[in-house]
Structure formats: C-alpha cells, structure tokens
C-alpha cells in the first residue's frame, strides 16, 4: 500500500515491515530480504556430507524391452534431507523419469527406481548421480554429484524367435524318417539291402555280398550332430541401413535363428564375428546357454569402417574346425570387389565344407524398378536394375564354386537361411 510516495513490503517469514525507497533503493531492499531468506533457507537445507549413493546394476535388457536401475540413498547426517535426485544415463538408454524425489530422514535410508527404455544396443552407461537438498522455503539448495558408475548391457532382440517354432517342426520331421533311406553324403551306417539298379558301385559291402551270394550294399544316413560355423562380416558394409535396420542387425537375427536352431538339431555351432581381426566369439563347445553365449557375445558390436579381410577367413574357420562343416557367411553381396574378396575366400572354403552365403537385399531395389513415371524415375529404376544385375552374377559365380546363396530382404532372411538349413541336412550334404 502507498504511503506518501513511500510503500511497506511484508516480508515473507514474518511481519516486520520493510520500508523501500522509490528506484533503485526499492530494487536493492528487495534483494536484500530475497538474499537474506536465501540465505536462511540454505542454512535449513539438509547437509549432503553424510549421504550415500549406492547403485544396483540393472543388468541385461532386450533392445526396447524395460527394465530398472535402482539407487539407495543413505543419510546418515542428523538433519532430513529433502529434495531431487537425477541419475545421469546416457540419451540412448531411455531413462523415463531420471529425476526422482526424494525425502530421508536422518540415519535412514530410501530407494528409488528410474525405469530405462534402451534405443539402442550396446553397453550403455551412466557415470554419475545428483542429488539436490532443498530448503524449506524452496529457494536455494545444497548439490552433490556423486560418481556412482553404471551398465546396462543391451541385447539383440531377436525377433526372429518366431519363426523358431515353426523350423523346428520341420527339423523333428526330417529326423523322424528313420526309415527313409537318403542317398547323399551321409557317412553314419545304417543298414544292408540287395543292391538295385543306379546305386553307387562304392556302396557295395563285399564281405556280406560273399556271404549271400548276392550284390548287398550299405546304406548311409546323414549325420546330424556335424559342425555349423556362422561368420558375421562387421566391415563397412555391415553399417549400411536397409530397412530402418543395419546389415549388422539384421545378420545378428539371421545367426541367432540358424544357431538356436542348430543346436537344437544337435549340431556343434561356433560364432566368430569378423573384419580384420575377431571382434566376438561364441559356441556350444562349453555346456550350457548357446542363446546366452551369442547374445551376450553379439550385444557390444557396432560396424567397424574398415575393409573385409577375405583372405583371412578360412584360416579363422580352420582355427575353429579342422572336419567337415557347415560354414556359414553373413555378408553382403554388393559391397566392394566381391572378385577380388567374397569370391575367392567362399572357393577355397567350399573345397572342403559345405559353404552357404546369407546377404540381405533391399527392398527399395524393388520399388524403384517400378517407378518410370518421368525421367529421375527412368535413373533411379536403371541404377536398381544394375544393382539387381550384380547381385545376381556374383550369386551366378557362387553357385558355379558349389556355394548355396540366400539373397533375402530383412524380415526373410532368417526364415529363408533356416529352410536352407534344413534342406541341406535333408539332403545330406553335411
């Protein structure tokens, strides 16, 4: 209220009245009494000296699955510690409510839980914690960063687990025709029969034929417990995105589907993942979780920018198997001088294992070719259909070295390299 060009300003903790001068006097009495309560109110904070943070690890996460990460705070101090405390995750963890309000009394303690909705594989992290004391009055507070490290470990999402069910019906059935002879290259020995036109003369077992007096031969089942290594390329070209995913990804669903799959069949799998040196390493040679192993081994890999080293690879499986297997490569086929790297070390590796070549195509390669409505469309189409035309010479030159080529847009391959897989074992060529 004005009092002859003077006015009272009530202070906000008490009745005194505190004259303020016109201008700049006012300005200055007013921040003297907002100081002073500042003042006061920090002095009522809690002291953060004896508070303690503690953090839980929160451990493994599927990619955009949810999980916690839960701190205690400990006060030990003798005055009540109100205020906020931030957890300082990294962006891409996808922490939904990193600030947290807390209120401990003096030699208690409180938990508090920040859900985290990771965007990100990887191993993501978080260096420190804040905590803020507050005054009663809300005006000034007390802070303290403590540096309380976390991870949380991302894994693959595996989205492809749904077609586990389906494969592995079809993996049952084909061992549930034990008595379906197949001729291949199955070298576990099953039974005699009196040979019959078009079998192979190699077959014949002279010892029981000599006992007969008849031409018996010996019939051959595939085995099923064979060798199967998958080999994920991490080089530049893995870092491609095709189909809001990248290569990388999109190889890691592939290999996990095959490798469950494998297993479960009763083959040995091995998982190297490779450009110029191995970046991960996993298998069944060790009792226990083949699905653990790779995703655990898969989860901290990111495209490196650096060139594939084809030569090497053989001697890497050759490091892993010395016996006859199932060598699988997850790479592309448009990335580079495929004559000059894929195609010679695929060649040497099908001399002596059964080699198949996964490479995910992009579906846009397929939509362009449509699109011819003016002239930038006639370009787009010729450069997809050049592409297309690549793609299918190296898988031309591949099959011609006795290598089986699976050629899929993202969400197929999986499914398609598991039929292929299947098939093989069908057929007995492993």
């Known amino acids: 209220m004005a009092v002859s060009g ?20 006012t300005v200055l009495a007013v921040l003297a009494v907002l100081a002073a309560l500042a003042t006061a109110d920090l002095l009522l904070a809690g002291s953060l000296k004896h508070v303690r943070v503690l953090r839980s690890e929160p451990g493994n996460v599927a990619l955009h699955g949810t999980t916690e990460a839960r701190l205690t705070v400990r006060n030990d101090g003798t005055r009540r510690v109100r205020g906020t405390l931030r957890d300082g995750w990294q962006p891409s963890a996808g922490a939904l409510n990193p600030v947290q309000r807390i209120d401990v009394p003096a030699r208690e303690g409180r938990r508090v839980a920040v859900r985290l909705r990771p965007v990100r594989r990887g191993d993501l992290n978080a260096l420190h ?24 470990r991302v894994l693959p999402p595996f989205h492809s687990r749904r077609h586990l069910p389906s494969k592995l019906r079809k993996l049952r059935e084909l061992d549930g025709k034990a008595a ?60 491609a995105r095709i189909d809001d995913e990248t290569r990388l990804d999109t190889g890691m669903e592939a290999a996990l589907l095959l490798g469950v799959l494998a297993e479960r069949g009763g083959d040995r799998v091995d998982f190297l993942a490779f450009d110029r040196r ?82 995910v195509r992009d579906p846009q390669l397929g939509d362009m070719l449509g699109g011819r409505t003016d002239a930038a469309g006639v370009f787009r189409a ?33 499914p398609r390299l598991a039929d292929m897989y299947i098939r093989l074992k069908a057929a007995g060529r492993l």
Do not use: C, K
């Open 180 to 239: 379906v002879q197949i001729r291949g290259a199955g070298t576990e020995f099953d039974s005699l029969r009196d040979y019959v036109r078009g079998d192979d003369v190699r077959s014949i077992d002279w010892r029981a034929t000599a006992r007969r007096s008849a031409v018996v031969v010996r019939t051959w089942r595939p085995e099923r417990d064979r060798r199967v290594v998958l080999v994920l390329d991490t080089s530049r070209t893995s870092a």
């Open 6 to 25: 003077r006015f009272v300003l009530l202070a906000l903790l008490g009745t005194v009245p505190v004259l303020l001068l016109p201008g700049w006097g």
């Open 382 to 414: 010729a450069a997809a259909e050049r592409s297309l035309l690549q793609r299918a010479a190296v898988s031309a030159e591949l099959r011609r070295h006795g290598v089986e080529v699976v050629d899929a847009e993202p969400h197929q391959l999986p």
């Open 129 to 152: 914690v804040t905590v803020r004391s507050f005054g009663p009055l809300l005006l000034a507070a007390r802070q303290r960063t403590f540096q309380r490290p976390g991870t949380l």
């Open 278 to 359: 191995v970046r991960a390493r996993a298998g069944s040679a060790v009792q226990g979780n083949l699905l653990g192993q790779l995703v655990q081994a898969m989860a901290p890999l990111d495209p490196e920018l650096i060139e594939m080293d084809w030569p090497a690879v053989p001697a890497q499986v050759r490091a892993v198997t010395v016996h006859r297997a199932l060598v699988v490569l997850l790479t592309s086929l448009d990335g580079g001088a495929p004559e000059e790297g894929l195609l010679p070390a695929a060649a040497r590796l099908a001399h002596d294992h059964v080699v198949v070549v996964a490479a």
